[in-house]
């Protein structure tokens, strides 16, 4: 199909026309819009499962990923009036944005038609955009760190959340690092998330042997460590959904994997190449996130006793 054709995708009883379905987004083995496309019709119960009524920021990529990359928040301007946006608020800026709200496959394509490759959701939903019902944990190696380390660092995350029957949902972040999601009631506010984010960093921290680290500032992070990134559940940050593709030549996916495949799991195994096959035969390993939720305020009474962990988290690092 020429980069300069049209294809119509049928989808949830909608059509979606796909421009440019040719056009190469993914350099390394030639993979194309439409190619793209057709991988999230292949995990669509999954990927809308993760981003469903959330506000999504979409990472756009007109070119392909070995171009600009464009960060939108708001909609664009166009939109089918089936999409559904959340409006979200920026105190910092005193502004808002009405942002994409997944709530099914129809509104992915479209937005690969637009360009979407990757989707970054916020950790709370439409009905109340304030209060999370997501808690992320972030395994981001500092340079030098291989992903064997991660596996590492990722065993004393899975044996903390344990002692605390918390029910962790890792996958691959798609890059060089790994997250855990783990659904909590929508009870608390940002604040609260990340000072109990905090405390169970500061835990692992503790027993992992050197090989992590929960430093604010990177200057202050040790070389070859592991950053428990307690930071990503501030308001407005978001990091790549469960089954989004990133932009990278090898259209590498963030991978949902169970708790036994992460000692052996390579990053780069799992991309719109061999992903559906994947998804095909184990399924949605997400699926049964909505069921097992955790009440935070275990984690809250953990930083409630840890010195290490101040009464207030500010959203801003502390001036130095």
Known sequence: MAATDAAEIEVDGRTVRLTNPGRVYFSARGETKLDLAHYYLAVSDGIVRALRERPCM???????????????????????????????????????????????????????????????????????????????????????????????????????????????????????????????????????????????SREVERRAGGLVTTAWWRKDREPGTVFLDWNQNTRDHTIASAYSVRGTPEARVSAPLRWDEVPDAEPGDFTIATMPARYAEVGDLTAGIDENVFDLRALLDWADRDDSVPDEVPDEPPEV
């Open 58 to 200: 979409m990472h756009r990529f007109p070119t392909g990923v070995d171009g600009e990359k464009v960060h939108q928040k708001r909609l664009p301007k166009g939109a089918p009036d089936w999409v559904r946006t959340v409006r979200v608020h920026f105190p910092r800026y005193n502004r808002t944005a009405d942002e994409l709200c997944v709530t099914s496959p129809a509104d992915v394509i479209w937005a690969v038609q637009m360009s979407t490759v990757e989707f970054h959701p916020w950790n709370t939903r439409a009905a109340d955009v304030e209060t999370p019902d997501e808690w992320r944990i972030d395994l981001d190696p500092m340079p030098g760190v291989e992903f064997p380390t991660i596996r590492r660092v990722a065993a004393v995350a899975h044996e903390v959340l344990d002692e605390l029957g918390a029910v962790g949902y890792p996958k691959t972040s798609g890059g060089k690092g790994l997250h855990v999601y783990v659904r909590i009631r929508p009870e608390h506010s940002f604040t609260e998330v990340r000072r109990a984010a905090l405390a169970f």
